[in-house]
């Protein structure tokens, strides 16, 4: 994979962006999700990564593969960092995977929809890949898989009644110990079958809180599969201006 590393200031990279997404981090003292950088897919083929010029906790260090917080690494190939986060299509369960996201369609399963879609979580680290909400048919969408739904009663009952399609409704959870910004998904009034994951909750209450109407949508059930996969949501975002 041949990488350039170029000086942020730099003009060379100039190719609009087809996809955005971010990385956001969760500080392991603090516990907070703090976003910290972003992967842009270029028109050309390459891909992008750069950090946010945004102030970063004195306790985290720079990725391995990007160690200049002033640079832009531009790549012929997804870099090791993300393609790491893909399941490979060579497992045996990878056409069960690949039908809980939604990407059955030939070509579909890009790596990058795969990130986007699943948040490329590890168990080595607290790194979590998001859809930076992008423009389709004049509004901004985002996808993400319902959290703790394991963890409501009647969830998995409700999902199993549910069809694609179905307009789902967000409703704050003040009193969770864990998380007091918590955003519960209900199927219906006071119905809850998933959480916001915590890494999207701050973006979603920002969205909220500047006026945007927001849609949210199950645009996949899955009854079947592991709990984490279980309810694939679509955001859509209609600006306030």
């Not at 306790?59 to 790549?75: C, G, H, K, T």
């Not at 179905?166 to 918590?182: G, I, M, Q, S, V």
């Not at 969205?207 to 592991?226: F, K």
């Amino acid at each position: 994979m041949a990488t350039e590393v170029l000086p942020m200031q730099s003009k060379s990279l100039t190719m609009p962006t087809i996809r955005r997404l971010l990385v956001v981090w969760q500080d392991p003292a603090s516990r907070r999700f703090i976003r910290i950088g972003r992967l842009d897919e270029l028109e050309d083929g390459r891909f992008a990564f750069r950090y946010l010029d945004e102030p970063r906790p004195q306790n985290f260090s720079p990725l391995v593969q990007f160690p200049d917080f002033d640079a832009i690494y531009a790549s012929d190939s997804l870099p090791a960092f993300f393609s790491n986060r893909v399941m490979s299509r060579r497992r045996e369960s990878y056409g069960n995977f690949r039908e809980w996201l939604g990407l059955t369609a030939e070509g579909q399963d890009t790596p990058i929809e795969v990130l986007a879609r699943t948040g490329g979580p590890r168990a080595t680290d607290t790194f979590h890949i998001v859809d930076d909400p992008h423009q389709l048919n004049g509004q901004r969408v985002s996808r993400f898989f319902a959290s703790g739904v394991r963890y409501i009663e009647g969830a998995d009952e409700r999902l199993a009644h549910m069809e694609a399609g179905h307009r789902l409704a967000l409703r704050t959870e003040p009193d969770n110990p864990a998380n007091k910004r918590a955003l519960l998904i209900d199927a219906d009034a006071n119905t809850p079958v998933g959480y916001v994951p915590d890494w999207l909750v701050n973006d979603v209450h920002e969205l909220l809180d500047s006026g945007n109407q927001l849609e949210l949508i199950a645009e996949r059930v899955n009854p079947n599969a592991p709990a984490h996969l279980r309810l694939l949501c679509r955001l859509e975002v209609h600006s306030a201006h």
